[in-house]
């Protein structure tokens, strides 16, 4: 079965900056991977995907991530972080036709 | 992508009541999906549903206490019933891209069991 990782609870990084928030993975197939993000009272927004082709995938708000074979892993990235891009992040997995799972999730605060 | 809507948006229901959260969707989709996401929590999936056939549900979650209706290709609905405290979650429906691979998610319902 699928499952995936995502190993902080909380990233704090100041407005400008560079940001990552983690994601690693478990699937027994080729994997399907997700980045979503949910603003406070919201819903799940998509973000980007990866399903195969080029290991750098690039999203909406201008946010990338990277898919790394060799260490199962899916970063999500984004060069210049702005203080509204404070959310709650959460990374997805899925083996192809089967159902999603998500990680616990990973808020973000930008600060100003 | 879909668009989807959900209805109510929020509720607050006494102890031992039933309350159906309608989903509906701007296309036709084949799998509709309902998830849970309590307090400071991830999403967990409750049920998938397909039009025409009974919903499947995950381990942890019974018809008797979700039961699920999708009489179209467009619309759902999740019933939380008998409810209890823990039941306070935010319920949010989904709904497959056309090629399954991506699922879109609509708003949510936040539910509080008093």
């Known amino acids: 079965a699928q499952s995936v990782a995502q190993p902080e609870d909380q990233v704090n990084v100041a407005e400008g900056n560079p940001l990552t928030v983690k994601c690693t993975y478990s699937?027994?197939?080729?994997?399907?991977l997700f980045w979503y993000v949910q603003y406070p009272n919201r819903g799940l927004q998509f973000l980007l995907k990866?399903?195969?082709?080029?290991?750098l995938v690039k999203g909406s708000y201008g946010f990338e991530a990277e898919f790394n074979k060799s260490q199962t892993s899916f970063h999500l990235k984004k060069p210049s972080a702005l203080v509204s891009d404070s959310a709650l992040y959460f990374c997805?997995?899925?083996?192809?036709?089967?159902?999603?799972?998500f990680g616990a999730g990973t808020r973000l605060t930008v600060k100003p | 992508s879909a668009v989807i809507s959900q209805k109510p948006s929020r509720d607050i229901c006494q102890r031992g009541t039933s309350l159906t959260i309608q989903c509906q969707v701007d296309?036709?989709?084949?799998?509709m999906f309902w998830y849970r996401q309590q307090p400071g929590q991830s999403l967990t999936l409750i049920a998938t549903?397909?039009?025409?056939?009974?919903?499947?549900?995950e381990s942890g979650f019974v018809i008797d206490k979700f039961p699920i209706s999708r009489p179209n290709l467009t619309f759902s609905t999740l019933t939380v019933s008998n409810m209890s405290p823990e039941d306070s979650s935010i319920y949010l429906c989904?709904?497959?891209?056309?090629?399954?691979?991506?699922?879109?998610f609509g708003p949510g319902t936040r539910l509080t069991v008093l």
């Open positions: 989904s709904v497959d891209s056309g090629r399954r691979d991506t699922q879109y």
């Open positions: 699937v027994s197939g080729n994997p399907y």
């Open positions: 990866y399903i195969t082709g080029d290991n």
């Open positions: 997805a997995v899925r083996d192809s036709g089967n159902d999603m799972r």
């Open positions: 296309s036709q989709v084949t799998m």
């Open positions: 549903a397909n039009q025409g056939s009974e919903a499947t549900y």
